[in-house]
């Protein structure tokens, strides 16, 4: 996992970061298994997101990895061995659908709120929570916008902040 | 191994007693240790390899209260278990059976699971475990052995139900066996090995992630046979892919085709006869010098079943740079794993080769298999016969001296490799050794598995005194049930494998090889009832004892053979060096420590 939890690495590393969806059989281990197919060869995963499917007997994983492009098709090929995986998916350079959420705690007084709304509202988040002192912002969409949003709000006290990571989705009618 | 723990014994005692009453009009119903024994039975096992503790004793038990026909053999350490379940895989194609207790029962089998998985070799590893309540509390004998064991299985089961039970034994043993063997682990809970299960014992598997494989893709075959066509330096690597697709015939019939020689790997051995007029022999860091010519002058390779191992590449980015290089291969995630190549089709060893063999004609080798000859007349394998008793030369008259289908396993080190070389492997299923792991200890276990399932095969095991050391504990397991093996005990008294690297590399600055202290193995073996001991000092005598070990039939027979410190394996191409950097004898310059990995 990044040490980095506030901005993705994307934007402070040049490795690129892949993004996998995995369709995967709902039995005990299987997180374990795709996760050390990572760990074992030194790959970094970045963001790992994973939930029932439609169908219940069967989890989504979408992971994004940084690493050389060798080493991940290796990965790749290596996931899509697992007895548990139906399939394991590149959509990097894909024009598929990529998002995520953030839920961002800000510490604020009364003089900074009117700013913090207005920055949230161009960005079009959501206002979770409103205290004296603090309120949540949820924040949906592309990473890049996720970072941008962080980033117009740090000169405030940001006191807490999760990331899901990203989930994807191919265009059009095909399944991913 | 044994201990003490509470299990619900007396319910299951007076469900029981109920029960049989109408035993008459239906069967009693059978515990999970009870269901799992009768699914092995419904798999073909002849054998279980294990030794008992607390929380497998259900299953244990249910061996006897199932009348069982399985065999249980009991060993004296775990890690021989699941060396004698992996030579009984190889010497018989079937999955070897190995079922242990928890924690330490269990963790000891790990080496062995691990030495399975890298050689592609079926195996099924049952593990008891602590009772559902306690596990994550740090229970007696308690180990997290489905997390333990996750690299080094193909695929694994904790078993949460005793109904799941019959679908886990049949999924189990399909994975095992089907596509790329492997071995998988079940790891089940005392009180689900004691509890009822009802479910039946054929139910349906549910893998939806593991599916038929797809058709063989014609195009792919067709471009293999159009670059085939275009070679007039052709080599064919055989590997253990094409054992295990029991493809040997199909090699032949190709290689005869094509005219091209054939170099086998060190687990491909067996592949194609290797006293046939195109053998190479082995090929790579010990390979023959003629079979390492072939690969660095060839124009074309293709390795069946193998999967470009760097024992083999030597230097990846130099592996075969001029030639074509082809691969096929069961397994999708080995193409262009270790090196690039230009054609490749993904399929079972056998039919694609069986394909193949329909789009090709015979090629122009007849200058190229001449010049190959010369290099087998130039550089053959050799030893010196005098300044003492040498490996190479009692394992060049055991060659002599076995019959065809004679089994040979080995252990890990410089006798490995001169068995390799000197051991001419003729039959397929008949070569047995440690490759991708590099275990020592294996030789000896997987002979008696070996010999287990071929029971009037002659099995010799080839081992080295330190490796033999670490599994002689199973001399006990050979003599209780009399197996003939052969224990041919190549004493020099060091980690010779070791010890040659720090000669050649590291200045011979000796460091952690000297095996003072050894026992005399003769003396030993005999102290175990029904056992041989002999003594082989010199040259003159190697007939006669070899004979003398092939006479004896009551019990294992075991070698102890007094061979020199100082010989150095040949030819030899150091780790990460391409194989133009094969050393052939003794350096008279010193040499750069090796950069590929060990």
Known sequence: MTTSPILSTSNTTTAPVHTLSVYVANNPGVLARIAQCFSRRGFNIESLVVSPAMD??????????????????????????????????????????????????????????????????????????????SMILMFAGKTEKIDMAIRMLKKFRIIELVRTGKIVMSRGEGVS | MTAIAVSPQNAKKSGNKANKLDAAATPAPLDGGQALIKCLENNGVEFIWGLSGGSAIP???????????????????EQGATHMADGYARATGKPGVVLVTSGPGATNTITGIMTAHMDSVPMIVITGQTISPMIGKDAFQEADVFGLTMPVVKHSYMVKSANDIPRIMKEAFHIATTGRPGPVVIDVPKDLSSGLCTAPLDPEMDLPGYGEPPPIDLHQVQAIAAALSRSTKPLILCGHGALISHASAAVRELAEKLGAPVANTLLGK?????????????????????????????????????????????????????AVRIHIDIDWAEINKMIQVHHYCVGDARAVVEELIKHVARLDTKAWLSHLDGYKKHHPLKYKMQGGLKMQQVLDELNKMLPPDAIVTTDVGQHQMWAAQFIKTIQP???????????????????IGAQFGKPHAQVWAIVGDGGFQMTLCELAT???HKLPVKILVLNNHYLGMVRQWQELFYESRESGVNLEGNPDFAKLAEAYPGAKGLTLKRP???????????????????????CIKSENVYPMVPAGRPVEDMILEAPKTKLEKPTGST
């Open chain 2, 270 to 322: 067996g592949g194609f006869p290797e006293d046939h007029p195109l053998s190479l022999g082995m090929l790579g860091m010990h390979g023959t010098a003629y079979a390492n010519k072939a690969m660095a002058e060839c124009d074309l390779i293709m390795s069946i079943g193998s999967r470009y191992d760097d024992r083999i590449t030597g230097k990846t980015s130099q592996f075969c740079k001029n």
């Open chain 2, 478 to 480: 050979a003599c209780i």
């Open chain 1, 56 to 133: 219940g007997k069967f989890s989504r994983m979408t992971i994004g990895a940084s690493g050389n492009p060798e080493g991940l098709e290796q990965i790749i090929k290596q996931v899509s061995k697992l007895i548990d995986v139906l399939r394991c998916v590149d959509h990097t350079g894909d024009d598929a659908v990529i998002k995520e959420l953030v839920m961002i705690k800000v510490g604020v007084s009364p003089a900074e709120r009117a700013e913090v709304l207005q920055i949230g509202e161009h960005f079009g988040c959501k206002n979770l929570d409103m205290t004296e002192t």
């Open chain 2, 540 to 562: 003159a005598d190697i007939r006669k004892i070899l004979k003398r070990a092939m006479e004896y039939k009551e019990g294992p027979c075991l070698i102890n053979v007094e």
């Open chain 2, 429 to 447: 299923d008949t070569w047995i050794s440690s490759g991708g792991a590099g275990t020592m200890g294996f030789g000896f276990p997987s002979a």
């Open chain 2, 59 to 77: 299953i244990f038990d249910a061996i006897i209260t199932t009348k069982t026909k399985i065999k249980m053999v009991l060993v004296r350490h």
